[in-house]
């Protein structure tokens, strides 16, 4: 018979007799507390699922987030294009008779442009893909000029400088001064932007950028 009169003894059985441990356990910390290294386990695996699951539900949100985006997009550019020339009447002391070209005719301007040798192919579809071509007459001088524009919900400093490629392009095809312009709902990132001849439209104002190229 075993008898325990002090904590040696106490170990000393309990090395002796390792099947009274389990019991020892249960007694001093209850069933709760030695459950909770399961209950850790089910948590982490209800989180990785929950993990999971969210993962899953972005990456079918994402393809719908950007079909809207490219829709309020769109939505933007053809806003901007119905309204374009009122909206350049202002540019370098009054623009009249403003005339957009539709898509057929832009295409038509930029590859028979390329046919005649006045610009390459590259650049007959960096014209071709302007979101818009159109021509006009400055009101103080009568000069003839063209217009080419880029339209982004956001006008960041990618839309001036495809802009001013676009412009120059379109300077060589039609043989006239092109004006490259901006347009958007918001432009907070180009406000400072140095590119000098290039027009920003935000919605109903109209400004030059300023500076050096």
């Not at 059985?13 to 909770?36: C, D, F, N, Q, T």
């Not at 020339?85 to 301007?109: C, F, M, N, W």
Request: hydrophobic share 40%.
């Amino acid at each position: 018979m075993t008898v325990i009169r002090n904590t040696d003894d106490l170990l000393r059985a309990l090395r002796e007799h390792p099947e009274w441990k389990e019991a020892v356990r249960v007694e001093i910390l209850g069933e709760e507390l030695l459950s909770l290294p399961e209950l850790v386990k089910e948590n982490s695996r209800q989180i990785a699922e929950l993990t999971e699951i969210m993962r899953q539900h972005d990456a079918r949100l994402a393809p719908v987030e950007d079909r809207l985006g490219h829709l309020d997009g769109r939505f933007t550019e053809e806003m901007y294009r119905r309204a374009f020339a009122t909206k350049v009447a202002d540019i370098e002391g009054k623009i009249r008779r403003v005339k957009v070209l539709s898509r057929p005719e832009q295409a038509d301007l930029s590859f028979d442009a390329a046919d005649e040798n006045l610009i390459d192919e590259a650049e007959a579809m960096e014209l071709r893909d302007a979101d818009v071509v159109a021509e006009g007459r400055i009101r103080s001088t009568g000069e003839e000029v063209t217009l080419v524009a880029e339209i982004s919900n956001t006008v960041h400093i990618d839309d001036v400088l495809r802009a001013i490629k676009r412009a120059e392009i379109a300077s060589r095809a039609t043989d006239r001064r092109c004006i490259p312009v901006v347009m958007g709902e918001k432009a907070d990132a180009i406000k400072d932007a140095p590119h000098s001849g290039v027009w920003l439209i935000e919605k109903n104002q109209t400004r030059e950028l300023g500076g050096i190229n």
